[in-house]
Every structure is written in C-alpha cells, then in structure tokens.
C-alpha cells in the first residue's frame, strides 16, 4: 500500500519554477502531524527543504530556500505541494516528501515517497 506519492518533477532552465505533488493516504494524512519535503543530490547528504504541520497549518522552511520555495497543503485533497520558483542548477536533486517526523529531521521520519526528479539546467 502505497502511502505517499510524489509527482511534479522534472527538467526546467535556470529560473523556472515547478510544483511539486505529495499525494497522501488518508490514513497517511489524517494520523501524520507533519509531512516535510527533503532533498538529495548525487553524493550529498539528503538535506531538510520545508515542513507543514497538516493539522495546525503552521509552516517552516529552511532560511536558505524561504525567499524561493514554499509549503502548502490542501486538506481536500491530502496533497501537500511545493511551490519552487526561480530554480538554480543547484536545486538539481531527487525531491521526496515524508510524513510523520520531526522537523526537518529525516532520520525522525517514518513514512517516505519514491521521489520526483529536479534538473535545472543553466
């Protein structure tokens, strides 16, 4: 049973934007009281980008990525997005969400997607 699914990646030029999908379960959603989006480049460590708390709605994103990127949920939907505007070849990683963690701590979380590919060519 599949409980998260990303989608929304993809090949975009420097200073492109994209949405990012993360498709929850309804058990996934309902029981998680945070999903987070992380990524991970090619010989990096997975790194923390942004995390919602679904049932409060507060939000966080790294200092580093807040002036570009932003969370947001739709509750209808159990979807949470990530919204990636003026994209740089260093934003080049696999982009996973996960549910049910603290913060912006991967190693807390239980509960990951597949992933969606981000390339962002200069």
């Known amino acids: 049973h599949v409980q998260l699914v990303e989608s929304g990646g993809g090949s975009v030029q420097a200073g492109g934007s994209l949405r990012l999908s993360c498709a929850a379960s309804t058990g996934t959603y309902d029981s998680s009281d945070s999903i987070a989006w992380f990524r991970q480049a090619p010989g990096k460590e997975r790194e923390g980008i942004a995390v919602i708390y679904t049932q409060r709605g507060t939000t966080f994103v790294t200092p580093s990525l807040k002036d570009r990127f932003t969370i947001s949920q739709d509750n209808t939907k159990k979807t949470v997005y990530l919204q990636m505007n003026f994209l740089r070849p260093d934003d080049t990683a696999m982009y996973y969400c996960?549910?049910?963690?603290?913060?912006?701590?991967?190693?807390?979380?239980?509960?990951w997607g597949q992933g969606t590919q981000v390339t962002v060519s200069s």
């Open positions: 996960a549910a049910d963690g603290t913060g912006l701590l991967h190693r807390s979380y239980k509960r």
